[in-house]
C-alpha cells in the first residue's frame, strides 16, 4: 500500500515529529511512505526509509496564526501560496496513494484551507480514502463556525479520524465538541510515541536536571528561568537541550552557571531522560510522552502565549499522576521553578506508561482495515 501523510508544522517540530513516526510504522508494515512537510526543514528528523515531499515551506510569525511567512521571514503572498498548492497536487498526482492522511486538518492550519481542500478534492475525484490524524488535545474552536466547518468537511471527504490518545486520559472532548455524527468517525488509536527509550549506555542524565523546549524560539524564557535556577542550585547538575540554529545555543551557552552544560538538541535524548533527576519543559505532546514513558520526575511549563490552550489542558490531565508539577508561565521564576523541582522530588515513584502507547501500530492497522473495506465494497 502506498500511504501518503501530509503535514505543516508552523511553529515547533512536534507535528512533524508526530507525522514521521507514522510514516515509520507504516514503513515497517511494508507500505511505501510518501510524507509531504509544509513546514520549515528540520536538519536533525531522520527520513531513512520515507519518501520525503517537501513544500514551498512555511512558518507563523511567533504565536501569531492569523499569518504566515516564508522561511526568510517575509509574509507568504498569493504566489506563493498558489506555488505550494500546486506543489502539493503535484506530489499526490505524482504518487497516486491508497491513501492519504491530512496531520491536524480540518481542526487546525485552517489558515492553509485552500491548499489542503484543493487535495481532499484531488482524493475524492481519485476515489482514495482520508483520514485525519489528530493530537491528543487540540486548540479549542474559537467560535461554533470553526467547529461546524470541520464537522462539514469531515463528512464529506473523511473516511475518518484517528485520534492519538487514550481516551481515558484524555479524551477528545477536553478540547473539541464531539458531536453524535462526529463521535461515529473517531478512532482512538493509543498515544503515538517511538518504543520506550533504554537508559543511556553512556550514562548520560544522569543525576541531571534536563532541560528541552523543543526547536523554536517560544523556549527561550524556559532556558532564560533555567540558567538562573541552575545558579541558585550549584550542588546539582544541569543540563538545557537547544534546539533550532546553532547560535542560539552558543548565547545560552556564554550564560551557563558551571553546574550546567548547554547542549544542542541531541537523538539520545530520551534515553537520557530515563536516567534523569528531573525534566522541565513544555508539555507537548511529544514532550509529555517521553516524560510518560520514561515515568522521569517532571515539571511542565506549558506554553501559553497568544491564545494558546492546549498545552496547559494536557498539563492540567497529566498533574494528577505523581511526580508531575505544572508551572504556568506567569508563575515561572528560578524560585518557582526549583521549589517545584522539590515537590516533585518527594512524590512517589512514577512507573513508565507502557500501555496506549502503541498508536503508530494502531494507526496502521486501523488504515489497512479502513483501504481493504473500501476496496472489498
Not at 145 to 153: D, N, Y
Not at 330 to 347: F, K, M, N, R
Request: glycine content about 10%.
Amino acid at each position: 500500500m502506498k500511504v501518503m501523510i501530509v503535514v505543516t508544522h508552523l511553529l515547533g517540530t512536534g507535528h512533524l515529529t508526530r507525522a514521521l513516526t507514522l510514516g515509520r510504522a507504516f514503513a515497517a508494515a511494508g507500505d511505501h511512505v510518501v510524507l509531504v512537510s509544509g513546514g520549515v526543514p528540520v536538519g536533525h528528523l531522520d527520513f531513512d526509509g520515507i519518501e520525503l515531499v517537501q513544500l514551498p515551506p512555511l512558518r507563523s510569525d511567533g504565536v501569531d496564526f492569523g499569518r504566515v511567512l516564508q522561511a526568510n521571514g517575509v509574509e507568504a503572498g498569493v504566489v506563493y501560496l498558489e506555488t505550494r498548492k500546486q506543489a502539493l497536487l503535484n506530489a499526490f498526482a505524482d504518487a497516486r496513494p491508497d491513501l492519504l492522511i491530512t496531520e491536524l486538518f480540518p481542526f487546525g492550519r485552517r489558515i492553509l484551507r485552500a491548499e489542503f481542500t484543493a487535495l481532499l478534492q484531488a482524493a475524492q475525484a481519485a476515489d482514495v480514502p482520508v483520514l485525519s490524524s489528530i493530537r491528543d488535545i487540540l486548540a479549542p474552536p474559537s467560535k461554533p463556525s470553526k467547529a461546524a466547518l470541520a464537522e462539514e468537511l469531515v463528512a464529506t471527504y473523511y473516511s475518518g479520524i484517528l485520534v492519538h490518545s487514550v481516551e481515558e486520559i484524555t479524551p477528545l472532548e477536553l478540547s473539541w465538541p464531539v458531536s453524535d455524527s462526529l463521535r461515529k468517525r473517531l478512532f482512538y488509536t493509543g498515544f503515538v510515541a517511538p518504543a520506550a527509550p533504554q537508559p543511556h549506555p553512556g550514562g548520560l542524565g544522569s543525576g541531571e536536571v534536563l532541560v528541552s523546549a523543543g526547536g523554536g524560539s517560544v523556549g527561550d524564557g524556559l532556558f532564560e528561568t533555567a540558567l538562573a535556577a541552575a545558579a541558585l542550585d550549584a550542588g546539582r547538575k544541569w543540563r538545557l537541550l537547544v534546539g533550532g540554529s546553532a547560535s542560539r545555543a552558543a548565547v545560552l551557552r556564554a550564560k551557563a552557571p558551571p553546574n550546567c552544560t548547554v547542549d544542542a538538541a541531541r537523538p539520545d535524548f530520551r534515553q537520557m531522560l530515563r536516567r534523569a533527576t528531573a525534566s522541565v519543559s513544555m508539555c507537548g505532546y511529544n514532550t509529555a510522552l517521553d516524560a510518560l514513558q520514561t515515568g522521569v520526575r517532571a515539571v511542565f511549563v506549558p506554553f501559553d502565549a497568544g491564545d494558546e490552550v492546549e498545552q496547559g489542558l494536557r498539563a492540567d490531565a497529566l498533574a494528577v499522576q505523581p511526580g508531575i508539577a505544572v508551572l504556568r508561565a506567569a508563575e515561572l521564576s528560578p524560585q518557582t521553578l526549583l521549589h517545584a523541582l522539590q515537590d516533585i522530588q518527594a512524590a512517589a515513584p512514577r512507573a513508565p506508561l507502557r500501555e496506549g502507547v502503541a498508536g503508530a501500530a494502531e494507526t496502521v492497522r486501523i488504515a489497512h482495515q479502513i483501504v481493504e473495506t473500501r476496496h472489498a465494497g
